[in-house]
């Protein structure tokens, strides 16, 4: 965009009938924006174009073609607008905010300085002011993790301490973020966690809070709630779900449990050894189980392997498969 005009390019060729009017290509959002964005389905319900101007953001609604127009007095005026990691930042000079791009809401802290965060300058970066995570936010410190998850999306995490990393997004950075910062409300250390018909599930001690995985982890209502109430357990070591199943396995010290999560009220079936003593976290993905214990992941094709397991599979590097730290 450039003025009152849009381009639009598909293979590197200007597309038929462009340049054209901004107004033209999308009613009701007016000429000369300041910055744009895109907003996904998973964090704004729709496809959305985010439009900058001045003190006013037009929402634009690409399946309806319709504008509306906002007022977000906490988020001031964009002079660049950007998604990167499904989070929203508006960007003003040397400085940048994270943004709800429902809301316009700002998280506290904000704003921030560019240099310390997205351009790198000598003496200065975010890594000054994370020194008190210690090695709980040093993804190869191989301090162990508290709970692995993959969700229905393909997204995958990794929980330390009051920390949560994105595990599948390595070619951005291997970040750790406050927990809060991810899932909206919640604190302190998660001890199992795992995703299923659209939500994600994060245990805490006898508590299970519930988000919403495409709606940009939207808590949902009335949780936390017990998890003898919700699953039928008082308390789970370590939590998983395979893709497209509807069977949850929980394990408690060494060994597991199965719940039919169509089934009401929620029961946990007879336990079933494990080759194991203790596990940390788990996961399942279309290449089988993973269990975490220490520094340590073990490997299983399936559940009925892991479940048939007379010995632990050989152990193998968390730090170096799933972080891609140096041996």
């Known amino acids: 965009l450039q003025g009152e005009q849009v381009w639009a390019y598909s293979g590197g060729q200007l597309l038929p009938g462009f340049p054209r009017r901004v107004a033209d290509e999308f009613p ?48 001031g005026a964009c002079g660049a607008a950007l998604r990167w990691l499904e989070r929203y930042y508006c960007l003003r000079g ?142 789970a070591d370590a939590a998983f779900t395979c893709p497209g199943s509807a069977h949850l396995y929980l394990i408690a010290g060494d060994h597991i449990q199965l719940v039919d999560l169509m089934q009401t009220p929620r029961q946990a079936g007879e336990p079933a050894p494990l080759p194991h003593h203790h596990v940390d976290g788990a996961m399942c993905t279309n290449d089988g189980v993973f269990l975490f214990c220490g520094p340590s992941y073990y490997h299983y094709p399936s559940v009925a392997q892991l479940l048939g397991a007379k010995q632990p599979a050989p152990p193998q590097s968390i730090a170096t498969d799933f972080f891609h730290c140096a041996q």
Not at 51 to 63: I, N, R
Not at 95 to 102: A, I, K, V
Not at 207 to 213: D, H, N, Y
């Open 28 to 75: 009701g959002v007016p000429g000369g924006v300041d910055a744009a964005v895109e907003c996904h389905p998973e964090e704004c319900g729709g496809d959305t174009i985010l439009f900058f101007k001045g003190d006013t953001v037009y929402s634009f609604d690409v399946a309806l073609r319709v504008t509306k127009p906002r007022a977000w007095p906490g988020l």
């Open 94 to 235: 040397t400085q940048f905010q994270r943004f709800d791009p429902l809301t316009g809401a700002v998280p506290s802290g904000y704003p921030r300085d560019l240099r310390d965060y997205f351009i790198p300058c000598p003496g200065r970066g975010h890594g000054h002011g994370n020194a008190s995570w210690g090695d709980a936010g040093d993804r190869c410190s191989e301090k162990p993790f508290q709970a692995l998850l993959s969700d229905d999306t393909g997204r995958t995490y990794a929980f330390r301490g009051n920390l949560s990393f994105r595990l599948d997004s390595h070619r951005d950075g291997h970040h750790a973020w406050p927990l809060a910062q991810t899932w909206p409300g919640l604190e302190r250390e998660v001890g199992a966690a795992f995703a299923w018909d659209g939500r994600t599930y994060l245990i805490q001690g006898s508590q299970v809070s519930i988000f919403l995985s495409e709606q940009g982890h939207r808590p949902v209502l009335g949780y936390p709630r017990a998890l003898q109430e919700e699953l039928g357990v008082p308390s």
